[in-house]
C-alpha cells in the first residue's frame, strides 16, 4: 500500500525475550517494545505493491525440482481466481518479463518466423529456443489486466540482431523491427502501457549475455524515439526502464551519463536477490540475520548517490526481486520463513 506504513497512534508490543538458554533450562524475561507512529522514516511509492509474470515453460528445472508449471505468459490460466486476487492488490504494477524475455518474437505480421512456443535446447544460452508471443494471446493478456485494474510492465527482446563481439559480449546495433511493430499495435489497440523495458540482465556482467554500455545506452535512445513516434500527439507516453540487471556502480553511472542529455532514460531499474542461489542449504538462517540483509543498503545508497550526482530526473526502481534466484527453494521460498526477508 502507498504511504507510509504507520500512522499517527503509537503501537505498544509486549515482547517476550529470550535472553538465555543453557543445557536445555530457559529464561525468560519481560520487555516492552515501544513503536512509535507518529514519525516514519520512509514512505513507500505508488508502484510499492508489485509482482512479475515469466516465460518460463513448465520444463524448467533447478536442482531436482521443476517448479514453473502452467505459470507461463504464455499458458497461465487467467481464471476468475487469478482475476480476483488481482484485482484485490489493486493498484498492482505487474511486470511480463524475465530470463526468456531476450528469446521471444512478436507475431505481429511482420516477421518471417512461425509462431512456435519455447523448446528446451541446451545448446540455446538459457536452455530453450525461440519462443512466440501470438497476438491473440497478447489481446488476452491485455483484457485480464485491464479487467483486473492493474498497471503494466512489458521487457522487449533487446537481443535480435546481436552478433559476438572479441570481447565476448554481444553487440551490434539492435534490430528493434519487431519491438517496434508490437509497441505500435499496442498503441493502435489503446491499450494503456505505463513503461516498457529495453532486455533483462545484460548489464555489467550480466547473465549469459551481456552488452556494452555504450551500445546500451545507444539502444535506449533507440527505444525511446520509438515511443515518442508511435505516441506522438497522445496525452500519455509510455516510460523507458532500464538496463533491469545486478548493481554494478561504474556500468550504471555510464548509462546514466550517456543518456542523460537526451532524456531518455526515465527508470534506473536493478534487479535484487538477496539470499543468492536457491541452492544454498543455509537460506533459512540468511533470512533470520539482520546484518545479512543489511547488505542491501550499499546498493541503494550508491544508486542514490549517483542519479544524485548526475542531476538526471530519473528515477531508481527494483524492477525484479525473489530473494533467492534460479527459481527459489522448495518450502523455503514459498513458505512463511520467506516473509522476513
Not at 523507458?240 to 548509462?255: H, K, R
Amino acid at each position: 500500500m502507498a504511504g507510509s506504513f504507520l500512522r499517527t497512534a503509537a503501537l505498544y508490543l509486549m515482547a517476550f525475550l529470550l535472553v538465555h538458554s543453557q543445557a536445555g533450562s530457559h529464561r525468560v524475561s519481560a520487555g516492552t517494545a515501544v513503536v512509535d507512529g507518529s514519525a516514519h522514516i520512509a514512505a513507500t511509492g505508488e508502484n510499492f505493491i508489485c509482482a512479475n509474470l515469466d516465460w518460463w515453460p513448465e520444463e524448467k528445472c533447478n536442482y531436482g525440482t521443476c517448479p514453473w508449471r502452467r505459470t507461463s505468459i504464455l499458458n497461465l490460466d487467467l481464471n476468475s481466481i487469478l482475476l480476483k486476487a488481482v484485482k484485490a492488490f489493486s493498484p498492482l504494477m505487474l511486470r511480463l518479463g524475465g530470463s526468456l524475455q531476450d528469446m521471444v518474437i512478436y507475431d505481429t505480421g511482420n516477421t518471417e518466423h512461425h509462431c512456435r512456443p519455447f523448446v528446451e535446447n541446451n545448446s540455446e544460452l538459457w536452455g530453450f529456443s525461440e519462443g512466440c508471443l501470438s497476438m491473440s494471446r497478447w489481446d488476452q493478456l491485455n483484457e485480464f489486466i485491464q479487467n483486473a485494474g492493474a498497471k503494466y510492465i512489458f521487457g522487449l527482446n533487446a537481443l535480435n540482431g546481436r552478433v559476438t563481439m572479441p570481447d565476448g559480449s554481444l553487440g551490434g546495433p539492435w534490430n528493434h523491427a519487431n519491438a517496434a511493430s508490437l509497441i505500435r499495435y499496442t498503441a493502435n489497440k489503446g491499450y494503456n502501457y505505463p513503461a516498457w523495458s529495453c532486455g533483462n540482465e545484460l548489464s555489467g556482467k550480466g547473465w549469459k549475455a551481456r552488452i556494452n554500455v555504450a551500445q546500451y545506452a545507444s539502444d535506449v535512445k533507440t527505444l525511446k524515439s520509438i515511443i515518442e513516434w508511435i505516441y506522438k500527439g497522445h496525452l500519455f507516453k509510455p516510460l523507458v526502464i532500464a538496463p533491469g540487471g545486478n548493481f554494478e556502480a561504474n556500468w550504471y553511472s555510464q548509462l546514466i551519463h550517456e543518456t542523460e542529455s537526451s532524456h531518455s532514460l526515465d527508470v534506473v531499474s536493478h534487479h535484487l536477490y538477496t539470499l543468492g542461489p536457491g541452492s544454498d542449504e543455509h537460506l533459512v538462517e540468511k533470512i533470520l540475520e539482520p546484518s545479512f540483509l543489511d547488505r542491501n543498503v550499499s546498493t541503494f545508497r550508491d544508486l542514490r548517490d549517483i542519479l544524485r550526482h548526475a542531476g538526471t530526473s530519473a528515477t531508481a526502481w527494483v524492477s525484479e526481486s525473489g530473494g533467492a534466484y534460479k527459481s527459489g527453494r522448495h518450502l523455503v521460498t514459498n513458505a512463511f520463513a520467506s516473509s522476513f526477508w
